[in-house]
Structure formats: C-alpha cells, structure tokens
C-alpha cells in the first residue's frame, strides 16, 4: 500500500500538509493540487477508519431526500455527492417517503451510525420530527424546504411564492385569464399563492374551482387532474401544473382531449427537470438553481464540521427563473 510519507516524498511537501488534504483542512491551492496530483499518480488510498479513530470523525455526511424517483431530487443528490467528494467525504443516503414514522427511524439509526452532519431536502413528513433534528450530536441543515421555515436550524432553500409569480405573471402576460392550476396541496401553497398574487396585480382572480388537486405525484395524477380540469372548464386557455412531472402529465391530457399544446392551451411547469426541455413541445417552466443550493447546503455543513460549531441559524433563499418553450402562447382569438 501506497504512505502518506511516500504521497508527501512525491509533492514535495510535509506528511502533516498530506494529512490536512486528505481530511479536508484547508491549504493553498497550489499546494493542493501538487497534493492531489501526487495521490492520484501513486494511487494512494487514505485508510479511513485509522482516521475515523483519530479524528472522532466518519467522514460521512447523511442525506434525507423523500424520493429518489424524483428526477428533481436525482439532481440534487448527484450534486451534494459532488461537493462531499471533493471535500474527502462520504455520503449516506436515506428516504423519508414523505413519511414522518419512516423519518424517525432513519433519525434513530443515524445516531448509531455517527455521521458527522446531516442535510435534509424537503419538508414533506419531516416536520413533525423538527424537535429531534433540532437535538442531535451532529450539525444539520434543511434545503428546499418550502413551509414555515423552523427557527431552530438553518434553511437554504428558494422563493417558492416569488416561483409561482414568475409563472403567474408569464401567463397574465400573454394574455391569459382563464387558468386552472393542478397542485399538490398544501405542501405546494406558497407555488399557488405567487401565482394568484401575479394575477390580482391585474384585478384578476384564480379562485379554489380553479385549483385541482393531483391524485399521485407522478403523471398520472397530472393527467387525472388536467382532465378534472379540462372538463370543468372546456374553454380553459392555460393550465399551470406545480411540478414538471404534473405538467407533463397535464400535456397528455389535453392532448388526448383533441386539443393543442399551445395552440389551444398553454402548460407550465415548476421545477426544469432535465426531461421536459425534450418532450414535444418542450415545456414553459420555472427553473431553480438546484445545485447552487445543494453546494450551499453542504458547505454550510462543512464549515460547521470543520469549526466544531454550529451551522450558522439563518434563511437563504434563492431565486428562480422562468424559461420560456414551445409549451405556452398567447390565447387563440374566437371570432
């Protein structure tokens, strides 16, 4: 097996210099990258539980995702993997299903495995275990959290309401005034409020018989709900769908209703997963910057690690931005 000694005889540095690399301290940059270079071209591998005994460190960080199915989540767990990996670390990943039982069991079974942190992404079925987050050996941050923010952890998450708005606002704009909005609700409030925020700034209202509640979070329940939608209202124009997989679902509904995507009625979307920029048409949608706010969740973890201190007890919120495609237009005029 490749030493420390013999990475450190390579870079020409200190055994010490290797060792503050090798668990993340930081060193100057170009003392790093001699370092790093020396690793990989000797194929060094640090021994990891000598450390751990050392350290009282795992070099182990959890995530909670509630679904790793979601193709929004799938992103930002490939993101949070890269920041941990290029700090030295480990990631250990767990699914809260939405469910709060299930999420206190991972909780238990954390603490017997002693991560060092913990980050947890989303708010559905965690908030009932906020008391026990809060009490742990172990730094913890919540990112795209979209309730009330708890006054007890740091939260980096994004202006959900502001989301809706950008939404809201592209279909007011277009000339739209007979919208129907399919949601996941309550958890997806905040989506909906910004979008009827952006509508009363015109004197327009989305009242509740306009608001569909999906039957499953996945397209099928955007389907089922965009038909609700479409046969209560034939001369709906738009349709407004809180997440992207709702919307694609709503696409095929009006679609196989013998209507047109836009030319019949617009759909926008909420998320920009990576597939609907490819269905046809491609989908009008709000895009959040996904991996900004992982790489933020997890630094701010770090540097609480690093320090022995607690994250810093703050709200970040970032903002999205809307992208425009081929799935909205304005109106068709009747004569």
């Known amino acids: 097996m490749v030493t420390m000694a013999e990475v450190a005889a390579r870079a020409g540095v200190t055994k010490q210099t290797v060792s503050n690399v090798?668990?993340?301290?930081?060193?100057?940059?170009?003392?790093?990258?001699?370092?790093n270079a020396a690793i990989a071209e000797l194929g060094y591998k640090p021994n990891l539980v000598a450390r751990?005994?050392?350290?009282?460190?795992?070099?182990?960080?959890?995530?909670?995702?509630?679904?790793?199915?979601?193709?929004?989540?799938?992103?930002?767990?490939?993101?949070?993997?890269?920041?941990?990996?290029?700090?030295?670390?480990?990631?250990?990943?767990?699914?809260?299903?939405?469910?709060?039982?299930?999420?206190?069991?991972?909780?238990?079974?954390?603490?017997?495995?002693?991560?060092?942190a913990l980050l947890v992404a989303g708010d559905k079925g965690v908030g009932r275990q906020l008391p026990m987050l809060a009490q742990t050996s172990f730094p913890v941050a919540l990112f795209a959290w979209e309730g009330d923010p708890p006054a007890t952890l740091p939260v980096v998450s994004i202006d959900y309401e502001h989301a809706g708005y950008l939404a809201g606002r592209h279909l007011r704009d277009l000339g739209h005034r007979n919208?129907?909005?399919?949601?996941?609700?309550?958890?997806?409030?905040?989506?909906?409020?910004?979008?009827?925020?952006?509508?009363?700034?015109?004197?327009?209202?989305?009242?509740?018989?306009?608001?569909?509640?999906?039957?499953?979070?996945?397209?099928a329940g955007g389907y089922a709900a965009a038909c609700a939608a479409l046969e209560a209202d034939p001369e709906l124009t738009a349709i407004f769908a809180t997440h992207d997989i709702l919307a694609v679902g709503a696409v095929e509904a009006v679609t196989r209703s013998g209507r047109r995507v836009p030319e019949d009625v617009s759909v926008v979307g909420f998320d920009d997963i990576a597939q609907v920029g490819r269905i046809e048409p491609p989908l009008t949608t709000v895009a959040f910057p996904k991996r900004e706010m992982a790489q933020n969740a997890v630094e701010l973890l770090l540097r609480a690690v690093e320090s022995g201190k607690p994250p810093t007890n703050a709200l970040s919120l970032l903002r999205p931005t809307l992208i425009v495609r081929d799935s909205s237009a304005p109106p068709r005029t009747t004569a």
Do not use: M
Not at 66 to 93: D, M
């Open 179 to 219: 919208v129907a909005v399919i949601a996941d609700l309550p958890p997806h409030a905040l989506r909906v409020a910004g979008l009827r925020r952006a509508f009363a700034a015109d004197g327009l209202a989305i009242d509740d018989s306009k608001v569909f509640a999906r039957t499953s979070d996945d397209a």
């Open 52 to 116: 751990s005994l050392r350290t009282g460190s795992t070099s182990t960080v959890g995530l909670f995702v509630p679904h790793v199915a979601n193709p929004f989540y799938s992103e930002v767990v490939e993101e949070v993997e890269n920041v941990l990996v290029r700090h030295g670390y480990n990631l250990l990943l767990a699914t809260t299903r939405d469910d709060p039982d299930y999420t206190r069991v991972h909780l238990e079974n954390l603490a017997a495995r002693s991560v060092d």
């Open 22 to 35: 090798v668990s993340g301290k930081k060193v100057r940059p170009e003392t790093l990258a001699k370092v």
